[in-house]
């Protein structure tokens, strides 16, 4: 598997510093993409002007030590010219390329090199099933796109049987990375072809790394064009299928709207790059968001001093796409550097960026699985979710627990179905090899057992209509409820009841109002006029419920969690009584607080929890606002989910000495509270909920003293979104550390009662 490393590597190692110098005395070479224009070949520290379609100057600019330069924000059009280089276009976002284009391109199996409509070349890996060749098509085929190591060429497989059977060999630099197994493992097993597409600006993939950018997204679009145009691709359409950055992507892609996708299956995504992920609540996720995008940078410097192992490991074999396509990695986007230069959700930044803004645009059929405590997207993503009420052909299932989970029994056969149906065109059936490896794979992917995976309920089906009409028959919206209670063990994957639904949220969902009361009350009626107060300190309990960033263990069946309570004077709390009859939530909902601060500014997390009969408190979900951000878009919000703009032009401090409405968003979530639980609302300075998530909070110092208003004029109040006239179905209370995603702690009551 690593012959491709052998060779005369002295030899190489001459070129390795130089591996995109230009050629002595070559003139620099120009092209548009969209919206910018690249420069290749120059000096390094060459002067370059680019003139636009008059002639006058449009950017000046240096090239880099690899005599590279990208000028960004152009405005589309013919005539642009950088020096004495040819003229060229700079491209519009939308207009495509003809089908000849991509006609003319040709993919065999393996690692391939395709060039896009700006000239930059992309790695495409082909992965057939096991035993087959090109010959033996035509194949149903998918796409998985990456910014991963994805297009590695080599056989995950391998890798995991060699793990499953404690295998202690190095790690092949050549396999995909696990996080791919959708496409690179899976689909293979389940008879699909897929091609691995590897994101501009990483791998072996040329162009320069900018988060979602424009020219990535319709990357995306071509890739495919490109695919859906071989021969041996089943009926001369593609689907597009992942977990995570491979979920992501299909939302930006499918609303370019390629003309030969077919359908889309995103796992695990998010919806908006500040206020999901980077900045919930307004506030910087320093944890997992700048974790990640340190990650991605490191990813996308040049191989083979730095990038992906694939890369480096092909550039110093000798591989003269790969290194060429080094030659704009200096040109990446800073993304740390832009997201802390970036506190506001500036709309030229991020409005483009924002996956939820092209899923509204999406025709083709969706199967899209999610988790309300994924410990890496978050919970935010069910907000676009509404873009998909009412199109057809679109199934969503959502439950609690981690990002894995969306490969979990509940959910991977009817994936396995829908690809099935509308992307091979198949009545569905799960090899009975895949069954067999399941709860190997769960045990490799997530170390947690797992429901077992079953057979399709269509394996005996006459015909694809009569499958495909039965499906059709499935919810528009599956929560899958208590994941992790299965027979399997406290924290095995797996939920085991569900509701359906035909919308999100579902309609169903009344806004409840539970009101804050004295002595830490939380009643379903205003109290009379009163205060409670706490000291806002970040520093007084751990930043994450996991050890080091959470990473190696948020997975796991049993985590070990560390969720310390509220420290003393340092937050609120507010419990109602035992309740005398079940309460299920299905959405997002807010805690509206009447705030006075001794700061003009300070940060707020709001957790939901259960107090349990046992006297164990399971969390539910969090919330978050930096209180300047408190202006709300009036057209989105709604009693339930206020839904702030988060603009520089609507920030404003707190009035002092004044009490002020502050209505703190909290994420979507699914839960059941069982009669004898109490619902708890906790109030305090950012940190200390999340496995993988910490804020670059204002509260470090714990100097501000925050006052909330209690009953009176001025009643504070929680708002849940209860799923009227539903209960838990006498389904038993889990055990307290059971539920994925849901750290469990001995309640202890806050300083002021609740």
Known sequence: MRRVLAGPVL?????????????????????????????L?????????????GGGVAATGRADRFGSKIFRGLEPGGGYRVGRSRPFRVLRAGDNPSRSFYRR???????????????????????????????????????????????????????????????????????????????????????????SVQMRGSGCSGGAFDLFDLPTTYDGYDAVETVAAQDWVKGGKVGMAGISFSGITQLFTAGTRP?????????????????????????????????????RMDDARPAPRGGQPWARALVKAGDKHCRANQRLRLQTQDAVRVQRASPFRTPSLFARRAPGRWLRRVQVPVFLVGQFQDEQTGGHFAESLSYLNGKPSVW?????????????????????????????GEVPRIPPAVIALSGELYRFLADAAAAPVQQSRFAGFPSVAAAKAAFRSDPHLRLLMDNGSGPQGPGSIGATWELGYSSWPPKAARPARYWLGPNGALGP?????????????????????????????????????????????????????????????????????????SARDTDLQVTLSEVRPDGRETYVQNGWLRASHRKLNARRSTALDPFPTHLRSDAAPLPRGRYTLVRVPIFSAAHAFRAGSRIRVTLEAPGGDRPRWSFATLERRGRTRNTVALGGARASSLVLPVLAGTSANGTPLPAPTALRGQPSRAYVAASNGG
């Open 11 to 39: 030899a190489v190692a001459a070129v390795l510093l130089c591996v995109t110098a230009p050629a002595a005395g070559a003139a620099p070479k120009a092209r548009g993409s969209i919206g910018q224009a690249y420069v």
């Open 41 to 53: 070949g120059a000096k390094k520290g060459q002067r370059l002007v680019l003139r636009g379609p």
């Open 105 to 195: 391109k040709r993919l065999k199996a393996g690692l391939n090199y395709v060039t896009v409509r700006d000239g930059v070349e992309l790695a495409m890996t082909v992965r057939l099933p096991p035993g087959k060749k090109l010959g033996d098509g035509p194949f149903p085929t998918f796409i998985e796109y990456s910014g991963y190591q994805v297009a590695a060429p080599h056989d995950l497989l391998g890798s995991v049987i060699e793990s499953l059977n404690g295998g202690s060999a190095p790690a092949d630099p050549l396999a995909p990375a696990s996080s791919t197994a959708v496409g690179s493992l899976i689909g293979p097993l389940l008879d699909f072809a897929v091609v």
């Open 259 to 295: 003309p030969h996708l077919s359908a889309i299956a995103p796992m695990s995504v998010t919806d908006d790059l500040y206020t999901a992920t980077g900045y919930p609540g307004g506030i910087f996720n320093s944890g997992f968001a700048g974790s990640w995008i340190r990650e």
């Open 396 to 424: 969503i299932s959502l439950q609690n627990g981690v990002h894995a989970d969306s490969l979990g029994p509940s959910t991977i056969t009817r994936w396995a179905e829908f690809m099935k149906l509308y992307v091979a």
């Open 525 to 597: 009626k205003p109290a009379k006029a009163g205060t409670a107060g706490y000291r806002s300190d970040a520093g007084a309990r751990p930043a994450w419920t996991l050890p080091g960033d959470g990473a190696e263990d948020a997975w796991k069946a049993q985590p070990p969690y560390d969720w310390a309570p509220l420290a003393a004077g340092k937050g609120l709390g507010f419990i109602t009584g035992p309740l005398t009859r079940d309460v299920v939530i299905g959405g997002p909902g807010s805690l509206d607080l009447y705030l006075k601060s």
